[in-house]
């Protein structure tokens, strides 16, 4: 499935090793500026609506879409522009946040896979099972060791999700360091955008290289042909919409989906 989205740029290959600062976070792909990128966006919305339609008729299949990145990158603004127009009775955000105590009572794959999508559906990640092998190894919550056996089951777990027909992408929101300063100063400045922020977010931001280094680490061990990661430049938000919206509808445009045929024969009712 992915390999035919081989030509993207931002496509992590299957055990490619990677540095983040190698990857664009301001590119503009071929746009020049959100005016030239608007028109794009909105045909990628409607593609979208119409192919969650015809993944609801087909009900054999599920879209899986993963979402991370630092503080700031703009997951909940990907969510709200790309997926306005998608039908919402077909389509669920998970966010993902501090583990609850019920959730800590089990493996920590327990909350994802209850989240995984059903068949007809897409299913949004805000946050994920990643967080698992980020946020725990940056603040050292869990062993070294661990970390590796657990990209290792996430593999396994994506795997076995992508056998069951639930089609899995994951997108790393791609900003710079000046760029998280400029939004952080931003949302302070503004009463309206401060509920945003937490304390949280600012002592977070010392630790940059470590999750720098947390997320090469989890996209090289975890990109697959059957789970892609992609790394996204993440800057400019409307560039940022625009490619993920792509990459979803080329992707979920290849799946093998049909209408399903009627249980009647329509040419046979008199209304
Ligand atoms: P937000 O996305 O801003 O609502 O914040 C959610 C917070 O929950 C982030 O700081 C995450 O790092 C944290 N979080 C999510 N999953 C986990 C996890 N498995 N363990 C610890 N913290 C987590
Ligand atoms: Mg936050």
């Not at 976070?25 to 909105?42: H, I, S, V, W």
């Not at 955000?93 to 209850?114: G, I, N, S, Y």
Request: glycine share 4%; proline share 5%; net charge positive.
């Amino acid at each position: 499935m992915a390999g035919r989205l081989a030509s993207s740029p931002y496509l992590v290959k299957p055990h490619q090793k990677i540095k983040l600062s190698h990857f664009p976070t301001a590119e503009t792909g071929r746009y020049q500026n959100k005016e030239e990128a608007a028109a794009d966006l909105e045909r990628h919305r409607q593609q979208l609506d119409e192919l969650q339609e015809l993944l609801t008729a087909d009900c054999h299949r599920a879209v899986l879409i993963v979402l991370q990145g630092m503080d700031t990158a703009g997951k909940d603004g990907a969510i709200r522009h790309i997926f306005t127009g998608v039908n919402p009775q077909a389509c669920n955000v998970t966010a993902f946040k501090v583990p609850t105590p019920l959730e800590m009572k089990h493996d920590f794959l327990w909350r994802a896979h209850r989240a995984v999508p059903q068949f007809g559906t897409i299913g949004i990640f805000n946050r994920s099972h990643y967080e698992d092998v980020l946020v725990t190894r940056v603040h050292k919550l869990i062993p070294e060791k661990l970390v590796k056996e657990r990209c290792q089951q996430i593999v396994d777990f994506e795997r076995a999700l992508s056998e069951n027909n639930v089609t899995i992408l994951k997108f790393f929101l791609h900003i710079s360091r000046d760029e998280q300063t400029r939004r952080l100063a931003e949302r302070l400045a503004d009463k309206d955008k401060q509920w945003k922020l937490s304390e949280a977010d600012f002592a977070e931001r010392a630790f940059w290289p470590k999750y720098t280094k947390a997320y090469e680490d989890a996209i090289a061990h975890t990109s697959r042909k059957h789970a892609p990661w992609f790394i996204i430049p993440a800057d400019h938000k409307w560039y940022r919409n625009v490619a993920i919206s792509e990459i979803l509808v080329q992707t979920i445009g290849k799946l093998k989906m049909s209408y399903p045929k009627p249980t009647f024969d329509p040419s046979k009712i008199r209304l």
